[in-house]
């Protein structure tokens, strides 16, 4: 009574007591090296904010075209180099559509990279098999996404998904409906239905399986690509992701004119500091003597 | 004579034998807690077109308003609350001006951060000072700023700096004329000529000196300030750095219906995954028992 008494007047006060705080949480403990992307990416209004920009964008962009259509899409043509790069045509009947990638593009992978995290790693291919199949519920829509989406969708653009992750897996029960968990991901975030080979283009086998432009090259001929938005590179064009590119040369290739003019003019790359093709880069391949200070 | 022919015949095979290969670079070697966020920021073509982006963005954004004069400036009014924001009027004769923060926005300080991570730190005060000092030379443009700054200056736009680098500082013998080293960083990289208390404003003394919204207030009263660009909330209101918001808190603040309908479309963010106010945050403020895998 007397605690009772005493907590009443600290209320008053404006004090909270000790007792009536919210119990402490749990530490979470990361300590690899992607813990202060972590922070950023998925703690700071910073990056919030800029996906939200990056999806404003996209949204404003695509819109436009509707009542202005494009001649030519933004999906580069099967013939295309860094020399001439020529881009698909967008025909008088096609369908206009949008490419999204998936991970860390339309949704975060928040409870895959904790778990991987705490477990003292940043990657493993048997985790994110698992991850894949049963981690739906465990993610979080990217910032500005589900309204960009739904703005889309609302215009009669068709959204179309390319991602990375595997159709099928023999890894995990999942199996040859191993597609469908991604589609489940996607459907729990907010992005409606999915269906492998038709709106929705995992990966399948081969060497090569990790090269999107086939399955650009199929969007493309049934539909009017506006625009695509990724976080990497290669969701744009495999032309990024040659070998023996040093990480100047990647750069020096996406600031070329013909590229540099799509940059929030058809893709649109949302911010992701935690992996890519750049997270094993060599430091002396970054930094130039010039600048050593 | 006989290595001399043999590498002739191997250069006519097309290999390059080792004695014509560039020497190997001497390893750079960082290994704080910035290492992968510099492979992002610095080494990636993802970072580099997302800044090229937000430049793009920025820059057709201003120059239409050349054409289309706003009512309203993108800074907030002097009474502006979370709940009432409200914008400083633009009046009729005030000439139109984007603001601009320094590091990290216009500049990379990619001397001193690879300075700082090869001595195991991620920031120091008095080597920051340092730094302010004497790195002119060892930084580089943000990748697209050089573009955006020029475009607005030839559209008649005023560019004005407000950076948290100090006005004046006695740790270092720059003292009472620190501001022009950083004067000469931005000439350096291409931005042109900055004069404290003119179109620069750098940090002063006290302690809120790192709170910006004076420094916008000065800007605004002068000018028309149609666009404003950062790495950090900070650069576009104090509002986002309030004490005591936790990280979850600070998102949702930057995503209400009046901060949101500016990312973007008044206010442009750059990445910076390296420093900024969330990189202390706790991860348990971050993760979500809901999203736990």
């Known amino acids: 009574m007397r605690g009772l008494l005493l907590g009443a007047a600290a209320l008053t006060l404006g004090i909270t007591p000790a007792w009536a705080q919210a119990p402490a949480k749990k ?23 800029l996906s939200r920009q990056t999806y404003r964008a996209l949204t404003a962009y695509a819109l436009d075209k509707v009542n202005h259509r494009p001649t030519d899409a933004v999906v580069l043509a099967p013939n295309a180099t860094v020399e001439a790069p020529g881009f698909d045509g967008c025909g008088r ?32 291919a048997k985790v994110w098999s698992w991850w894949e199949a049963t981690g739906a519920q465990k993610i979080l829509p990217v910032p500005g996404a589900v309204e960009a989406v739904n703005a889309l969708k609302n215009a009669g653009i068709a959204v179309i998904v390319i991602s990375n992750r595997d159709a099928a897996s023999t890894d995990v029960p999942t199996g040859a409906d191993h597609w469908k968990a991604t589609a489940a991901a996607l459907k729990a975030a907010g ?67 013909a590229f540099d003019a799509l940059w929030g003019n058809g893709w649109f790359l949302l911010p992701n500091p935690l992996y890519g093709p750049w997270d094993k880069a060599k430091l002396e391949d970054i930094f130039d003597d010039a600048q050593k200070w």
């Open 191 to 257: 992005f409606g239905d999915f269906t492998q080979g038709e709106n929705m283009f995992l990966r399948g086998t081969g060497p090569d399986r990790s090269n999107k432009d086939d399955r650009r090259r199929i969007v493309s001929e049934q539909y009017c690509v506006i625009a695509m938005a990724g976080d990497q590179l290669g969701d744009f064009s495999q032309l990024f992701n040659a070998e023996g590119l040093s990480p100047k040369d990647r750069q020096a290739r996406a600031a070329l004119p």
């Open 93 to 124: 009947k096609k369908d206009l559509a949008v490419i999204f990638d998936a991970d860390e593009t339309l949704i975060w992978n928040i409870g895959g990279t904790r778990w991987l995290g705490e477990h003292g790693m940043t990657f493993d």
């Open 27 to 49: 530490p979470v403990v990361i300590e690899t090296e992607q813990a202060l992307g972590i922070r950023y990416l998925y703690g700071s209004a910073e990056a919030a904010s």
